[in-house]
Structures are given as structure tokens and as C-alpha cells.
């Protein structure tokens, strides 16, 4: 009798690991960096510097504010819709594009208007690269940095962050691109730098990275 409770409870054991499925680790994956909240509307401070081949250079800064209008659920993924907005200084407020927000347990993606990228890959793990811009026909490689660990930005420290490095080709003589996003845990895009610029290439000043024109955009989260 007691050989045959031994079995029974080894039965029981068995067939309770069988039928039990295991909730991934959202920590581990790193799921926190790009989290889905339909109550939060995120805001930027933008500074945008505009390089003319005139010569000129122009300068604007204004906030664009995320605002979702719709929350999806689906067994693979999370999505959110609604549209970015762009409030000037005078305070005036203008639909700047559709926006859809997009997480699964593999990648989490952005979709301002009709352009899409894959922000970040899952599992997040650091030098890990993938295609940002599936959808293009050549692709554009995006690789994480400095995974977990802390990031100081306006005298505030993030504890816990990811850089994604989408191109940083600082050292050419012909042009710059530097495009970078950094994420914290629970909050999301905290900063984005944004530089493409096209250097003189002429005899005289080939090399000098001296600027023909181009566009620099910095976004920085704003917490009221």
C-alpha cells in the first residue's frame, strides 16, 4: 500500500509539470525597456538644427506628446494606436503623425506614419544586432549597448538602461550619421539623438568635415 502512494504522488508530481506552462521572465528578456501603457502619453523636449545649403542654420525647439486611442491584446502581442502631436512654443498643437506602438515577446516595434522600425530585439543582451528596418529593401543593423546598466542624463541617473546604437559612423570624411536611443526600464525612450550631415567634398575642404547641409535631431524625455 505504501509502494503504491509512492507512485501515485510521483504520478501526480509528473503530470502537473507536464500540464503547467512557465510565464517568461519579463525582466529577463528585458520587456521593461519598452513597456505598453495605454494611460501614459509620453512627452519630448526637441531641439531640431537644420543645416541649408545656403549656408544658414536653423534652429527649433518644441515638445511632441504620444497620445494612444486604442489598445489591441492579442495571444503574441500588445499593440497601441493614436497619433504624435507637436506643441510649439506659442502653444499651439498639430497632428505631426499616426503612431503605432508595438511589443512582443521577441521585438518591439515603432510606426510613425508609414515608416516602421523594429526599436528593439528580444531577449535584450549586449552587442546583440538585428535588421531595424525590415521593410526597407536594404538593411539598416541596430545593435545594443551597454545592456542593464546605468545611464546620467540632465543630472538625473537611470539605473537601469539600453543603448541602441541603429549608426554611428563618426570617423568619415564625406558625411555623419549618428542615430542613438536609449531606454530605461518601466519608462521606456528616455533620450534620442538623431545627425545626418553632409561634408564638403570639394578639394579645398575635403576632409574638414566642414557642413553642406544636413539635419540634427535631439529628443529628451520630459517627466512634469
Keep these: 500500500m505504501r509502494l503504491y502512494l509512492i507512485l501515485f504522488s510521483l504520478l501526480l508530481v509528473f503530470t502537473s509539470c507536464e500540464n503547467s506552462t512557465v510565464a517568461p521572465n519579463q525582466a529577463v528578456l528585458g520587456l521593461q525597456f519598452f513597456p505598453i501603457n495605454f494611460q501614459e502619453n509620453a512627452r519630448f523636449e526637441v531641439e531640431e538644427i537644420n ?14 506628446q504620444d497620445e494612444w486611442l486604442d489598445f489591441v491584446a492579442t495571444t503574441n502581442a500588445v499593440k497601441l494606436e493614436g497619433y504624435r502631436y507637436r506643441i510649439n512654443q506659442d502653444g499651439s498643437k498639430e497632428v505631426e503623425s499616426t503612431i503605432v506602438k508595438q511589443r512582443t515577446s521577441s521585438f518591439g516595434s515603432l510606426k510613425l506614419g508609414n515608416s516602421e522600425e523594429v526599436k528593439i530585439s528580444f531577449p535584450v543582451r549586449e552587442g546583440k544586432s538585428w535588421n531595424g528596418q525590415p521593410q526597407e529593401f536594404e538593411e539598416d543593423e541596430f ?6 546598466q546605468s545611464y546620467d542624463l540632465n543630472g538625473t541617473t537611470y539605473e537601469n538602461t539600453v ?17 542613438i536611443e536609449v531606454y530605461a526600464a518601466d519608462l521606456g525612450l528616455i533620450y534620442k539623438v538623431s545627425s545626418q550631415l553632409e561634408f564638403c567634398r570639394e578639394t579645398e575642404c575635403l576632409g574638414l568635415q566642414e557642413i553642406d547641409f544636413g539635419q540634427t535631431i535631439r529628443m529628451r524625455r520630459k517627466f512634469d
Excluded: K, M, P
Excluded at 543645416?51 to 511632441?64: L, M
Excluded at 545593435?143 to 542593464?148: D, K, M, P, Q, V
Excluded at 543603448?163 to 542615430?179: K, L, M, W, Y
Design 143 to 148: 545593435t545594443i549597448l551597454r545592456a542593464f
Design 51 to 64: 543645416y541649408n545649403v545656403d549656408g544658414t542654420v536653423d534652429t527649433s525647439r518644441y515638445i511632441v
Design 163 to 179: 543603448q541602441v546604437i541603429q549608426e554611428d559612423n563618426n570617423d568619415s570624411i564625406a558625411n555623419f550619421d549618428q542615430r
